[in-house]
């Protein structure tokens, strides 16, 4: 288990400021956070390349929070993969297992095995410029594993990939997790990564962590302004989609919604409060989902008004003030919920 | 570097008056320089190249640069790389203190050198130990550690500032000590900045006169490196020898240069 309580750091213009958060054995901890939070510095300060003006780390019981890098067990991967470019894949992956004092066939067996793992079991012999970009996040993330680390931590991996290749590493992330068990913590500032990959997740803003818990409670129930501003997509529900014709009906229990993905299976779908109409009645229009409900919650925010509509889900909308009092919307009566099948957001689960 | 606009399909009067000074400036520096090389006969130049005087001035000049080159190489990596790491009071003041010896002229860093090993108690001390500096072989390489070590600690420090610092903590989380991060991926990754300052900080000392002149004199067949031979040929009217070392001198500068080119890329360190 990775506790940390009370962590801070400051650098330059970014700054930890008191962290705590909690890693369970195994689990896949997600940190979710827009740039410039801070969030490079925590990995960084928990791998032990900085030691921290406050708090302390503790990894399994044992406080870790002035040891040395080389003893932490914690392994960490780049975005930019900082692969050496004076040695060749094969060279990169062994790197650490030189270090020690293993025996060359040792590494060399160990090396091939989790090239395999990762895919790259034949690119071991070549320098790592002529690599793509998601066979270098491969390689970077072979030369973590291979010495099995207690904590991998992985800055942004995914971030910069090309949208085909970064769904398919998400994948193999998983399934990479699930086959050796390594507890993972994951910086991220897409929430895609979420929904496909984290046990839990920390939002993280200003240095400091905002609200930790399943990816569905933080979703859902934003513990603050920030979490859902930054999340933007406060109507996430979780279903199963099947496809027909390029037409997705996504089944999420209550409500079935209708939108155009090629995506199957267990999904989340995310609408934008600001992509949620309301008016009083059903109405006819070309947008593909329309539910009718009763408003539950009127929030006056500056020039806006969140609106809860339960229909079977709550759906929330933002509306002018102006809007709420045309359609003279009022707690307790009925109101509609419209949205296009476009305005639906799917993320596989 | 921003792309460059092609000059000579249709010179405009700006481009053609540019080029034109360019140009002129070019053939300037070439037939100077060329004149020197020139301005002796060849049997006399060889002849003079071979002259015991000569070859003992560039065995001389060998050795001592050498030596010099070898002492900034060791003692700016860890100068260099302490002013691209990291951040400690008086860091900025450390910068200009390197930067000192590049600015001062190297006459007046010789008579300091000069005062600091002869007259003052830390001198009288290496005297008593046998180590006498003055007006000795030894002051050369002295002479010429002192005044080139910035430019040195200039080019490794512009090498080490180019690597990520994300290579050496990967290392480290990799089970690599600070040393060890720095042999295994700092050092390999800054091999050709620290090849181009070698380059460059030997030919300097090779060429280096005014310190060495004022702490190791110019006593014939015994602190004559190159340039003093020239200097003592000079004054006493002996042009072909004056001028064979300049030869030598112009060679060494012209291949340390292309070599310092190659290594740099051709990206400005000064």
């Given amino acids: 288990m990775l506790r940390i309580a009370g962590l801070a750091k400051r650098l330059g213009d970014f700054a930890l400021d008191g962290v705590d958060m909690t890693v369970a054995d195994g689990e896949y901890f997600v940190v979710l956070g827009p740039t410039g939070a801070g969030k490079t510095i925590l990995l960084e300060t928990l791998a032990g390349i900085y030691s921290p003006d406050a708090g302390t780390i503790d990894l399994d019981g044992r406080d870790i929070t002035r040891t040395d890098p080389k003893n932490r067990g914690i392994g960490m991967v780049y975005q930019d993969y900082m692969l050496f470019p004076h040695l060749t894949v094969g060279e990169n992956i062994g790197f650490g297992l030189k270090q020690g004092k293993a025996d060359p066939a040792r590494i060399s067996e160990s090396v091939q095995e989790t090239a395999a793992l990762l895919g790259i079991g034949h690119l071991l012999e070549r320098t790592t410029g002529t690599l793509s970009g998601g066979e270098q996040q491969r390689a970077a993330i072979a030369r973590a594993l291979v010495l099995q680390p207690r904590v991998l931590l992985l800055d942004e991996p995914l971030s910069a990939l090309d949208t085909v290749t970064r769904e398919r590493l998400r994948r193999e992330l998983k399934a990479i997790h699930r086959a050796t068990g390594t507890t993972v913590v994951h910086i991220t500032h897409h929430f895609e990564d979420i929904f496909a990959l984290a046990d839990r997740v920390a939002v993280m803003q200003d240095g400091r962590i905002v609200q930790t818990g399943t990816p569905d409670e933080v979703f859902r129930r934003p513990a603050t302004e920030f979490v859902a501003a930054f999340t933007g997509m406060e109507n996430v529900y979780c279903g199963i989609s099947r496809v027909r014709d390029g037409e997705a009906a996504i089944d999420l229990g209550e409500i079935v919604v209708r939108t155009v993905t090629a995506i199957e299976g267990d999904v989340c779908v995310g609408i934008r409060p600001e992509e949620v109409i309301l008016s009083r009645r059903p109405f006819e229009s070309s947008a593909a989902n329309t539910f009718p409900g009763t408003v539950t919650e009127i929030r006056r925010n500056g020039m806006f008004s969140r609106v809860v509509v339960d229909a079977g889900l709550p759906f929330v909308a933002v509306l002018t003030r102006q809007s709420v009092a045309r359609l003279a919307l009022v707690e307790g009566e009925p109101a509609s919920v419209t949205f296009k099948a476009s305005a639906v957001h799917v993320f596989k689960r | ?270």
């Fill in chain 2, 1 to 270: 570097m921003f792309p460059r606009r092609a000059a000579l399909p249709r010179p405009t009067p700006f481009k053609a008056f540019f080029l034109a000074v360019s140009f002129a400036l070019i053939a300037y520096m070439l037939v100077v320089i060329g004149g020197l090389v020139t301005y002796p006969p060849l049997p006399a130049l060889i002849e003079s190249l071979l002259s015991p005087e000569i070859l003992f001035a560039v065995e001389l000049s060998l050795v001592t640069s050498a030596v010099s080159t070898a002492f900034c190489v060791v003692a700016a990596v860890p100068v260099a790389y302490s002013l691209a790491r990291f951040s400690f009071p008086g860091r900025g003041i450390a910068n200009t203190i390197f930067n000192i010896p590049l600015a001062l002229p190297p006459l007046v860093a010789g008579v300091a050198l000069l005062i600091f090993y002869g007259p003052s108690t830390f001198g009288k001390m290496l005297s008593e130990w046998g180590l006498d500096v003055i007006y000795t072989p030894l002051g050369i390489i002295v002479a010429q550690f002192f005044v080139n070590l910035p430019y040195m600690v200039r080019v490794a420090r512009s090498g080490f500032e180019t690597i990520n610092p994300r290579y050496e903590h990967v290392a480290r989380t990799l089970g690599c000590t600070e040393w060890g991060a720095f042999r295994q991926v700092t050092l390999p990754l800054a091999k050709s900045g620290l090849i181009a300052g070698l380059v460059i900080t030997w030919s300097k000392s090779i060429g280096e006169f005014g310190a060495v002149l004022m702490l190791a004199g110019a006593t014939r067949m015994k602190t004559e490196t190159l340039p003093i031979a020239l200097f003592l040929n000079m004054s006493t009217g002996d042009l072909d020898l004056a001028v064979a070392a300049s030869v030598i001198l112009i060679a060494i500068s012209v291949v340390s240069l292309a070599v310092f080119e190659r290594y740099t890329g051709g990206r400005g360190v000064f």
